[in-house]
């Protein structure tokens, strides 16, 4: 079975100041996995997404993600926050290879960016 | 290209009654899936369908089913609400040839049961 750990339920940054949020995953096999961003009575918009080639994911708005087996971590960073990535952001993964396309989510973590 | 629509946006029912929510994914995704969110429970995911064949199922009761059409439109059905289902209900597509393939969401609908 697979599961997602966000830790941290809120995080707050200044404008301009870094964005990390954190994911671990457990996975009996190797895994893709996922970053979606959800806006106020919106959907999930994919931001990036890790499927066993590079390491280092870069995805939409600026956001990237380095997959590190060895720490089964899959965290999400921002070099300087802006006020429009105020969102909740989720942590997924999904079985790597086959027809599995069932998404197990993080609880999420809610990205407040102060002025 | 469109994206993933889902109709109603909003809807409110009585318990002891019955939701038919519809999903039309992106033009050429075969892969149909649900996922409900709620507060507590966070997004779980329902079921995934491809070429009208149900290929995933999650931890929900019967009173929760769905189907899929010829042309990969999709359609959930809850049966005898609880006041417990009140949720967003989230549908996505995908090509469905790899699990790699990115998953698309649509905006959801929610439902309250009163």
């Known amino acids: 079975a697979q599961s997602v750990t966000q830790l941290g339920s809120h995080v707050s940054v200044s404008e301009g100041a870094l964005v990390l949020l954190r994911c671990n995953y457990s996975?009996?096999?190797?895994?893709?996995l996922f970053w979606y961003v959800q806006y106020p009575n919106q959907g999930l918009q994919l931001l990036l997404k890790?499927?066993?080639?590079?390491?280092l994911v870069k995805g939409i708005n600026g956001f990237e993600a380095e997959f590190k087996k060895s720490e089964t971590s899959f965290h999400l960073t921002k070099p300087s926050a802006h006020m429009s990535d105020a969102a909740e952001y989720f942590c997924?993964?999904?079985?790597?290879?086959?027809?599995?396309?069932?998404?197990?989510f993080g609880k999420g973590t809610l990205l407040t960016v102060n002025p | 290209k469109a994206g993933v629509t889902q109709t109603p946006r909003y809807l409110i029912k009585t318990r002891g009654q019955q939701v038919t929510l519809s999903c039309s994914p992106i033009?050429?995704?075969?892969?149909v899936s649900w996922y409900q969110q709620t507060p507590g429970q966070g997004l779980q995911f329902l079921f995934e369908?491809?070429?009208?064949?149900?290929?995933n199922k999650g931890n929900f009761p019967g009173r929760f089913s769905g189907r899929q059409f010829s042309n990969s439109r999709s359609e959930m059905n809850v049966s005898t609400l609880e006041l417990g289902d009140s949720a967003l209900y989230l549908c996505?597509?995908?090509?469905?040839?790899?699990?790699?393939?990115?998953?698309?969401f649509g905006e959801g609908s929610w439902l309250t049961v009163v």
């Open positions: 890790y499927t066993s080639a590079a390491t």
């Open positions: 996505a597509s995908s090509l469905g040839g790899n699990s790699g393939n990115t998953i698309y």
């Open positions: 033009s050429g995704h075969r892969s």
């Open positions: 369908y491809f070429s009208e064949t149900q290929r």
């Open positions: 997924a993964v999904s079985k790597g290879g086959g027809s599995n396309y069932k998404l197990t």
């Open positions: 996975s009996s096999v190797p895994p893709y």
